[in-house]
Each structure stands twice: as C-alpha cells, then as structure tokens.
T-cell receptor, first 113, second 116 residues
Framework: EPEVTQTPSHQVTQMGQEVILRCVPISNHLYFYWYRQILGQKVEFLVSFYNNEISEKSEIFDDQFSVERPDGSNFTLKIRSTKLEDSAMYFC???????????FGPGTRLTVT | AQTVTQSQPEMSVQEAETVTLSCTYDTSENNYYLFWYKQPPSRQMILVIRQEAYKQQNATENRFSVNFQKAAKSFSLKISDSQLGDTAMYFCAFMKPQTSGSRLTFGEGTQLTVNP
C-alpha cells in the first residue's frame, strides 16, 4: 500500500541553523500539508500546498518557514533560522482530489539545541 | 474559527471491553468532515474513521464506530473488544472542505491505555 515517507526521522540542529525536512507524498495525491506537534501537545496545522503554491498557512507559518516542491515527488519544509521553540515532530500529509482523508508520514523529530 | 475539544486527557479499559472517547467541536459550518486519528507510541498518525456531516448514519470500521450528534456538535468514538494494540493517543479532528486543500483542526487528544 502506498505511503507517505519522510526523511530524516530525527534531525538535531543548533539554534540559528537552517534545516530542510523532506517528504515524499503518495504519488497520485495533489494536496500536501505540513503539521507540527510539540511534545505532549496537539497536532497543529502549518501549511497546505496545491498546484505549486501555498493554499493556506497558519499563524505559526511565519517568514522563517518556506515550502517547496522541487521536483515531481519531493515536498520540503525549510526553517531558515531555527529557534529552540521549533523543536517538535513535523508531519507531512497528502490527500488526493475529491477525497478528504489525509495520510500522514511517520514524522521527523526536530531537536534544536 | 473551528475548535475541537477532547475533555478526557486519559482513559483506560480492560482488554476485550468497550470504551468511548468523547469529542465536541464548535463551528458555524454546515458541511464538514470529522475524523479520529490514532497515534501509538511510534508517533505515527493513523486514520481510524471518518464521518461526513451531511450523513445521518454513523460511520463504522470494524471494531470502531462513532456516535455523531450534529445538533449537539458531538463526535464520540466507540472501540469495541479493546485490544492491547489499541493503546495510543487518539485525536479528534475537524475539516471544512475547500477546493485548494483543507486543514485539519485537532483536539488535545485522549491517551487510551488498554490493560491486559
């Protein structure tokens, strides 16, 4: 069964460094999402992406964040200058046209020291 | 803005018994979807069940069923014949459908422990 994959599974970085989190959505899906979950808290929406552009973003998704679909398979989340409070699990999700279900990847645990 | 509330931070149940997890939401929308996701210790988010607001019939997936009360804005999850593998955090989620992609709004989660 097709699934969303994410790399790396765990990323440790120093405050102020840039990180890129990578996702490969399910191949026939057209809608892509990033969510984050700070340890012990609920899952929060960051951004949705459709037709090569951002369709919606939350108040969390400020100028430090950007997303890109550099080729036909990858979907990336970049954090330009990481802060301690960016430490969280980051989930990528995708969905297909006309179907509301979003399928999540296994997550990337980001630790900012 | 939509909000989702799960008022039970933790619940436990004996193996083979039935447990119900509660969820309420607030919205002015008439057309929407509700979901339950399961997050085991691996932290993977796994879709359990989906309910369309326009459907009166409650959704069922094997041992999992929902009690959807649209007027009361309530969406509870019933797990029958609980198994040890059901131990996980369960999140209720709301979605307003949009043509360009729809965000999920999650509740705080309920940690369910199934005891042998």
């Amino acid at each position: 069964e097709p699934e969303v994959t994410q790399t790396p599974s765990h990323q440790v970085t120093q405050m102020g460094q840039e990180v890129i989190l990578r996702c490969v959505p399910i191949s026939n899906h057209l809608y892509f999402y990033w969510y984050r979950q700070i340890l012990g808290q609920k899952v929060e929406f960051l951004v949705s992406f459709y037709n090569n552009e951002i369709s919606e973003k939350s108040e969390i998704f400020d100028d430090q964040f950007s997303v890109e679909r550099p080729d036909g398979s990858n979907f990336t989340l970049k954090i330009r200058s990481t802060k301690l409070e960016d430490s969280a699990m980051y989930f990528c999700a995708s969905s297909e046209q006309g179907i509301p279900e979003q399928y999540f990847g296994p997550g990337t645990r980001l630790t900012v020291t | 803005a939509q909000t989702v509330t799960q008022s039970q931070p933790e619940m436990s149940v004996q193996e083979a018994e039935t447990v119900t997890l509660s969820c309420t939401y607030d919205t002015s929308e008439n057309n929407y979807y509700l979901f339950w996701y399961k997050q085991p210790p691996s932290r993977q988010m796994i879709l359990v069940i989906r309910q369309e607001a326009y459907k009166q019939q409650n959704a069922t997936e094997n041992r999992f069923s929902v009690n959807f009360q649209k007027a009361a804005k309530s969406f509870s999850l019933k797990i029958s014949d609980s198994q040890l593998g059901d131990t996980a955090m369960y999140f209720c989620a709301f979605m307003k459908p949009q043509t360009s992609g729809s965000r999920l709004t999650f509740g705080e989660g309920t940690q369910l422990t199934v005891n042998p």
